[in-house]
Structures are given as C-alpha cells and as structure tokens.
C-alpha cells in the first residue's frame, strides 16, 4: 500500500464534534498520537454547531449534585443507567470551566457568576447559556486542539470499517478520503466513536444532514452491544408554518416562561392547552391529542403565540435579543416578525437517546472501542432533560479520551500491518454502491422513501402490525435498491476504486445503506419494547411496564432485555 495511503496513530476519533474534540484534548494530553477523522469540515459541520446554548450543571448554592442526579432520573422516566447519570451530575460544572479555559464564553451575572436559566425537568435554575451555543463551543475546542502537535485533524473522511484483530479489538480502520476519492487506511489500537446520533432517518427532524448514525453501524458491524435504539427524542416545537422558515426550532422552554419571553402555546381554536412547564415528551403528548380531537392548526401543529406577551414590546425585543437572538433575527429577516404573527409548529426527530452501550468510563463491549456524545446510549433513558445533552459531550468526552490513552498504554502495539485486502474489500461495496448511479432510484430518492417509512411507521406513535409493517417496507427497498447492485458493476463509470474528488452521490449511496440497516434495528427494538415510555409511545401498549429495562441488540443475536444500573441514593447522603 503506498505511504500516502496508511496512516499510523495511537487513538482514532472518528467525528469531530464537541465529544470527538474533548476526547482529542484529553488523550494527547496524556501523551497519544490522535487523529480525528471528521465527515465534513471539522468546526463547521455535523450536530454540534447546530446545538443550542444549554449547557446543565449545578452552580447555586441551593442546588446540588444529589437534586440533578435525581432529576435526571426522574427526566428519563427511569431508563437512564445512574452510574453514568452520576458521573454526569459530578463532573459537568468542572468541564464548563475547562471550556472557558479554552475561551468558551458564558452569560454571566454582573459578579462574575453564572447566570443559569430554568428549563423543563430541572428543580432549580441550572442551565447555562454559551454565547454562540453549540458553534460557539466547538469553536473553542477546535482551537484548544490545534495547539496540541500531537493532533492530527482530517477534515472530509469518511470511515467505512473498523478492523479487529485477531483478539476481536480494534487494530484499524479503513476510510474514503472525500478530498481524491481514495481508499485509505489507518492503523491504531483503540478508536472512539463520537459521531452524533441517527435523526435523518426520520422525514421529519432539526438535524444537520449528517446524522445518520455512522457510529452506531461502525460499533454494530465491529459487534459491540447497542441498546434503547427506539429511544427518539422529538422537539416539540419546530416551525412547520411559514414555509419560508419551515425547519426553525424554537424553545417552549423559553416561549412559555413568564420571566423570559411571557409567551404562550395554543391549539387552532386560539386556546391554551398546557399548564405549567412540561417536560418535551409530555408537551408531545399533549400536541397530538390536541391535533388527534381536531383541535390542531391548520397545518398540523399548535400555535406559538408571543403576540399577547406578558412583557411590553420593548422589554419582549430585548428578551428576545438576549435569549433567541439568531432564531428572531432568521425569523424577522424572512418576513415573520415573532412579536406580529403566531407561526405553527409541531413535533420533529430531534435527539436519539439510544445508540452504543457504554460504561461509566465510555468504554463499549468490544475491548479498545469506545463511544461518546449522542452516538453513545444509556445516558438519557427515555427523555432527555434540556442542557444534558452539551454537557454529556464534554464530561464523556473527557472519559473516553482518558480510557482509550490508559488502552493505548497497557496494549502493546503490534506494529505496522498490511491492509490492502481490507482496502479492496472496502473497495468492491463501494463500486457496488456506486452503480446506484445507474439504477431506475437515485440515492437521495431511495433516502427521502426510507424516511418516509420510518416517519409513518415509526414516528411519535407506533403500534405492533405498524412496526412490522416498517420493516417489510425497509426490507423490500433494500432488496430493490441495493442487493442487486453487485451485477450491474460493469455498468460503473469510474474503473474499480476511483470514485473521483468527493464523490457524493457515492456518499449518499453510502448513509442511505447504513440507514436501512439502522432504521431495521430501529423497528425491531420499538417491536421489541412492550410498553409506552417517555418518547417510546405504543398504541398497543398504553402504559408502562413495573420494571424499566432496556432493549440490547447486537450483530446476530436476538433482542435482549437488561436491567437499568442502578445507583444506591444513600452514598449521596454522606
């Protein structure tokens, strides 16, 4: 293989978002090698500049770690894993001050303190707004990681495989470099998966393009455990009307809390219909019982309404300003002024909460591989309360780094191997997906149908024959759009292995086949899980069962249930 083509480092960070950038922070800090390989533009692609500005960690006096464990818990209806809600709730605040170091800046009271809001979920204000949100964040990591000569950043890659091994434990990967649309290989002991999680598997959804669940096909296809994939985690107010910002999240949160914005939510009759400040599964709920009766918009949504604000014009313009400044600005710049009009807004696929099942120290079932961020599963449990989510990043992302530097130094290198079989084998699924080019489907229209499907029949509710009937459908395009893609080979325009400088229909024949397999996984865990909880809602089964367990899946095993780790609430009374 030639020497531009093979690449040698100690870690392989596959994604290069808020936790990928921790965890390069934190193992070169500790003397490795590191490469992040990154989809698309490190800094300006992905999930994580798409996030907004909560960040959740204890910083008043009359809050403590105990209160946002225990709300934690309670927010993900009792399927979050408590060792790692705990390590959350520990270490969340000492990774805020971390990001500052790195020049991530805060809101902050006249003191010099934070200054947290109070969202959904949490017993007393603890959510801290970063300037710029999750932009502004990654920004400052990306920074932080380029003083470090140890890190190597590679923009435009794409990993198609992690190589194991004779032991089952990573000593590689093999990826498409966008840039000359060449196949290329890397060896390395340990790997973490920080990729993002899998919301363009659904029509409808706030997420950037690229969230297709790379991470948790790379885990599956390397045979680690994968647990709670039909854990969804809906946004309950997107805008779906006016067309020309169709897509604009906009926080109830902030909406519907008299000391920020004073504003209210409403049915298409112009009535309230919420009280207090629900949690986001239980204001979806209420959503689609308000559009199930007849009472929606006209569009399908609810109303929000910050026309009849609590607070003057002025003082709602300066909220505004202060609290959801790019939001009004898009809004107001498109014509719709949110102090005028009321916009409609409705359910979209926001944040998976499953994915790969981890440990407290990120460490997943297949020894050298690890997974952090929302790629990683077992955190949120059927809900996510707001603010966890950035904050998972950064203190998993510490984890992870810390765990695979401690593997690097234990597992002794094996030195440089050959890997121009992977490389051809890598290369003959990328010519067959190539010749999707030549097929009566284009790539992005067999994806607009998988989403489609899996909107319909695996959306906010779902029911046994509706699963089933998902499954079939995904198996029936998969058979039609790839399987018989091997013989029409001869039909590519490119000879074997050159796919040409960044190739995207072949990448989008590439995330269109993972996510058939992830949207089969998907159906089969909500078959799997009897009961309706938090965003898991079954037609068929109402309530919730006694026990929270959670739903495991792996590469040619049957679906497994597994006990929720719990933690004994008396040691935080010590």
């Given amino acids: 293989m030639k020497n531009d083509h093979f690449l040698e480092t100690d870690v392989l ?21 590191v490469i992040v390989a990154n989809k698309g533009a490190v800094g ?16 008043s006096p009359e809050d403590s770690e105990e209160i946002h464990f225990q709300d934690t818990v309670a927010g993900g209806r009792e399927l979050g894993d408590e060792n790692l809600i705990r390590v959350l709730v520990k270490e969340a605040r000492q990774r805020a001050q971390d990001l500052e170091k790195y020049g991530v800046r805060f809101k902050k009271k006249a003191d010099g303190s934070f200054d947290p809001m109070h969202h959904p979920g949490q017993s007393f204000p603890r959510t801290l707004f970063i300037q710029g949100g999750g932009y502004g964040m990654l920004a400052g990591l990306v920074r932080e990681a380029k003083k470090n000569s140890k890190i190597k950043i590679m923009s435009d890659v794409l990993v198609t495989k992690i190589l194991l091994d004779q032991d089952r434990v990573p000593c590689g990967a093999i990826y498409l470099d966008l840039k000359d649309g060449k196949v290329k290989a890397i060896q390395c002991p340990a790997v973490i998966l920080a990729t993002g999680g899998y919301e363009e598997l659904w029509a409808f959804n706030d997420a ?38 169709k897509g604009t999240l906009f926080q109830y949160e902030l ?27 239980a204001l979806i709920r209420a959503i689609c019982q308000e559009v199930k009766m007849g009472r929606g918009t006209k569009h399908g949504g ?57 440990d407290e120290c990120a ?58 079989a992977a490389v051809g084998k890598a290369e003959a699924l990328l010519d067959d997906l190539q010749s999707a080019r030549n097929h009566f489907l284009r790539p992005w229209q067999i994806r607009k149908r998988l989403q489609e499907i899996m909107w319909q029949w695996c959306g906010i509710e779902r029911e046994a024959e509706g699963l089933r009937r998902g499954l079939a459908e995904l198996e029936k395009l998969e058979r039609e759009s790839f399987r018989s893609q091997a013989n029409r080979r001869e ?32 159906c089969t865990s909500a078959l799997f899980r009897e009961e309706t909880r938090g965003h898991h809602i079954r037609l068929d089964y109402p309530a919730p069962a006694e026990e929270a367990v959670h739903t495991f899946l792996s590469k040619g095993r049957e679906p497994e249930r597994g006990k929720v780790n719990k933690e004994d609430l008396a040691q935080w009374k010590k």
């Fill in 13 to 33: 960070i596959v994604g290069g978002g808020g936790a990928g950038m921790r965890a390069a922070i934190e193992a070169a800090s500790l003397g490795c090698r």
């Fill in 44 to 59: 300006r692609s992905g999930t994580t500049p798409m996030a907004m500005e909560a960040y959740q960690a204890v910083c």
């Fill in 208 to 245: 950037s393009l690229t969230a297709c669940g790379d991470g948790v096909f790379l885990a599956y296809e390397a045979g680690a455990k994968l647990v709670d994939l039909e854990m969804l985690l809906f946004y309950p107010t997107v805008v779906i009307h006016p067309p020309s910002v």
């Fill in 255 to 281: 909406v519907i809390n008299p000391e920020i914005l004073g504003g209210r939510l409403l049915n298409g009759r112009d009535e309230p219909f919420i009280a207090g400040m629900p949690l986001r599964d």
């Fill in 302 to 358: 609810v109303f929000i309404d910050l026309t009849n604000s609590s607070l003057s014009r002025e003082n709602l313009t300066g909220a505004l300003e202060k609290w959801q400044p790019n939001q009004f600005h898009y809004l107001k710049d498109m014509g719709v002024d949110l102090r005028e009009v009321m916009v409609e807004v409705a359910p979209h696929a926001h944040f998976t909460m499953g994915g790969v099942a981890v």
């Fill in 363 to 420: 460490r997943t079932s297949v020894g050298g591989l690890y997974a952090a961020g929302e790629v990683a599963g077992n955190l949120h449990g059927a809900n996510r309360v707001s603010g966890n989510a950035l904050a998972e990043t950064q203190v998993f992302g510490v984890r992870a780094g810390v765990s695979a530097a401690t593997w690097v130094n234990r597992k002794k290198n094996p030195g440089v191997k050959e890997f121009s």
């Fill in 491 to 522: 039909n590519n325009l490119l000879p074997s292995g050159q796919y040409g400088a960044y190739p995207q229909e072949l990448q989008d024949a590439w995330e269109t086949w993972i996510m058939i397999t992830l949207g089969k996984l998907v």
